[in-house]
């Protein structure tokens, strides 16, 4: 069994910055894709980014990309999100996911259906 830690969330201004940490127990997940899923109120989980089980291979949702940047130190089991120039519109819960299913999957999936594992969120309050 799995377990995923999030934190690092807080209230921000605009154009503030976060950073995001999920630290994973249980089993080693080097080997494997992990991402950064967000849930703004009233709408639907939605992909922010992934990263494959090298760190090389990332992917990234247009609202986001060149703001923010994930990373993975698999010596530690962990991923990150720096999130940098935020705007209003970023705040959400944000989960850390791993797709322990797909071993050494060089380009990870998007799909949030193919991550099994989920931690319990982090709140990230952008205010304008």
């Known amino acids: 069994q799995v377990q995923l830690v999030e934190s690092g969330g807080g209230l921000v201004q605009a154009g503030g910055s976060l950073r995001l940490s999920c630290a994973a127990s249980g089993r080693t997940l080097s080997n494997y894709a992990m991402g950064w899923f967000r849930q703004a109120p009233g709408k639907e989980r939605e992909f922010v980014a992934v990263?494959?089980?090298?760190?090389?291979?990332?992917r990234y949702a247009d609202s986001v990309k060149r703001r923010f940047t994930i990373s993975r130190d698999n010596a530690k089991n962990a991923v990150y999100l720096q999130m940098n120039s935020l705007k209003p519109e970023d705040t959400a819960v944000y989960y850390c996911a791993a797709d322990q299913t797909s071993y050494k999957l060089w380009i990870p999936y998007q799909q949030e259906e193919k991550y099994n594992y989920w931690g319990q969120g982090t709140q990230v309050t952008v205010s304008s």
């Open positions: 990263i494959n089980f090298s760190g090389i291979v990332t």
